[in-house]
């Protein structure tokens, strides 16, 4: 079954630290650009970071530049998030996405993505 799925989110403390990984299935995770983005009750889908299939390259939105840490591991065909120095307004659903290239992930072009993982930031 060609499928992605998200996992390690969990409730943290504001400052705190989660890695979340996407783990893919039934297809080859490195010939895809794989991105994050998440969605928080009442607000719009929001694009967090990318990483590149062609060379590796990675980017991300403004508000998580210095904090997030998006790499991949082609051998376990996983890709990982690290999220740190947390804050509330990070809590939200996160989802991982694969697409043709960064430029289509940042433009909502998904060719498919998971159920998502639940990041709660709270004290």
């Known amino acids: 079954q060609v499928q992605l799925v998200e996992s390690g989110g969990g409730l943290v403390q504001p400052g705190g630290s989660l890695r979340l990984s996407c783990a893919a299935s039934?297809?080859?995770?490195?010939?895809?650009?794989i991105g994050w983005f998440r969605q928080a009750p009442g607000n719009a889908r929001e694009g967090v970071s990318c990483?590149?299939?062609?060379?590796?390259?990675?980017d991300y939105a403004d508000s998580m530049k210095g904090r997030f840490t998006i790499s991949r591991d082609n051998a376990k065909n996983t890709v990982y998030l690290q999220m740190n120095s947390l804050k509330s307004e990070d809590t939200a659903l996160y989802y991982c996405?694969?697409?043709?290239?960064?430029?289509?992930?940042?433009?909502?072009?998904?060719?498919?993505w998971g159920q998502g993982t639940q990041v709660t930031v709270s004290s």
């Open positions: 996405a694969a697409s043709l290239s960064c430029s289509s992930f940042w433009s909502r072009e998904y060719d498919l």
């Open positions: 039934g297809f080859t995770l490195r010939y895809y650009s």
């Open positions: 990483i590149s299939s062609r060379d590796g390259s990675t």
